[in-house]
């Protein structure tokens, strides 16, 4: 029963989007939607309501992919998306497999823009658009399902209080990888170059 009621949830708020709702209206309608079909009390909505608008274990996820977001445009900006594109064309001889490892690699909706291109220029002409799409869109997202530092399954816990079992995990996700370089930081193994 539980399950139904979700998806008339989603069902609503997707058919408020159809009708052009901005995306905000239109969660905060399924949110007011969720604690009537489920009877939730109000003071335990409300309370979720400020937990998640003012709780640091929350703002830090959000503060976490912001930083990440702009380390991508930074790369980006800096063309080492091509030169980890060409280092990975090197590496295999295969575009199939050298496509898909890459878009593995890839997690974190900041690459979400890149990935499309990186995929279109690996794989040349040896996969079709629609193999293009699927890989693109399909890999980046199989490492994220195995792994607990999905952005996602961490608000989550945060938000419904399961915060001890996420503390761990995201102490091991923030810290990954990076390394001072010069004037900012940058992924372990890339250079910054003046």
């Known amino acids: 029963m539980a399950l139904i009621k979700v998806l008339i949830i989603f069902v609503v708020i997707l058919a408020l989007l159809n009708k052009r709702l901005p995306l905000y209206l239109a969660m905060i309608f399924g949110s007011l939607l969720m604690i009537v ?41 800096r063309h080492r998306f091509e030169d980890a594109q060409r280092a990975m064309n090197g ?6 497999r ?7 690699l890839m997690q974190g909706p900041a690459t979400v823009t890149i990935c499309g291109g990186m995929v279109d220029t690996m794989a040349g002409e040896h996969l079709k658009n629609d193999e293009k799409a699927a890989v693109a869109t399909y890999l980046r997202h199989i490492p994220e399902a195995m792994v607990p530092t999905f952005t996602g399954v961490i608000v ?7 915060s001890g079992a996420c503390d761990s995990v995201r102490v091991r996700h923030a810290g990954r990888g990076l390394k001072r370089r010069g004037s900012g930081l940058y992924p372990a193994g890339l250079h910054h170059d003046s």
């Open 91 to 96: 590496l295999m001889r295969d575009p199939r």
């Open 156 to 162: 989550a816990c945060s938000i419904s209080g399961i």
């Open 98 to 104: 050298s496509t898909s490892l890459a878009c593995m």
């Open 37 to 77: 079909m489920f009877r939730l009390p109000l003071a335990t909505a409300g309370q979720t309501v400020m937990h998640t608008l003012t709780g640091w274990d929350v703002w830090s996820v959000n503060l976490a992919m912001y930083v990440i977001s702009v380390l991508v445009y930074e790369l980006d900006l």
